[in-house]
């Protein structure tokens, strides 16, 4: 489903002093749409807009960030709105922007933005992304496979993080490198599932001839691997985690259809259970603002 609109940014300004009884919210895509818009009806609170961020006329080219692409262009265009609106009109408590948090904490970023929240981990999907989460995916998805989910959640957990730490990494090192498929470094036998995190590594250096820089790349992970927090949400990236995900899937021999990347996006949200989130700073940010 498409936005109804496509505004500027001059023409938001406009909409918020014209009609002060409004209150939008601007994320960052779909997903996070879905999630705010059954959120607010779970919770009986009404007209709230929550749009994503492509409804707004932004170039991506017309923006001066010390962001990193991978990051994303919606969250660069999303922090961007955020300062416009917050320059523009301070004082205003009709519009608020939610962007994923994704390095910020690891790079110390900081931002005094009124209009601006973040994630309470990395990104939203962290919020449902648990033990119970993949104890149901295996009964009731993936019908019930004879592996012990509890292992397979922190085998799962340890190579996220280990993807993290690569990807945070190659910011910090300041490198231009084109990211590589990681499912060649992963194997899988009888239900576990592991990753060569040298190897790949390995690989993503040669691939952008960058093996000189090998040593000093892996002695930067272990720099920052001391740096990790004991909860494992606020090192994980959505990306790595559907992508993961789907390889387990269909290294485990179920039909394609289910293992796909698309399918595993679209039911990994089943499992929404409200009071989770009304216990998430974020989300209780939230509600104060709707309700003010």
Known sequence: MMDEYSWKIDELITRYELEPSIKDIFVEGRRDQVILRTFFNKIQIGNIGVHKISSVQIAIEDIDTDLDLEEGENKIKVIFLAKKLDTTIPFSNQVICIADKDFDEFLGRSYNNSKLLFTDYSCM???????EFLKDFFELYLLGIPYESNIVFSQLVKILQELFLIRLTRIILKLELKWLNFQGCCSFNNGDIDFDSKDFVNR?????????????FLSKIEELRVKLKDDYRFQIRG??????????????????????????????????????????????????????
């Open 204 to 216: 993503y250096l040669n691939k952008n001839n960058q093996h000189i820089l090998n040593n000093a």
């Open 125 to 131: 999907e962290m919020y449902f992304f648990s033990k």
């Open 239 to 292: 990306r790595d985690f559907y992508e993961l995900l789907s390889y387990y899937v269909l290294q485990c021999g179920t039909d394609f259809k289910i293992g796909n990347l698309d399918a595993i996006k679209r039911v990994f949200f089943y499992r929404f259970i409200i009071n989770d989130l009304l216990n998430e700073k974020l989300f209780q940010s939230i509600i104060n603002w709707a309700k003010n």
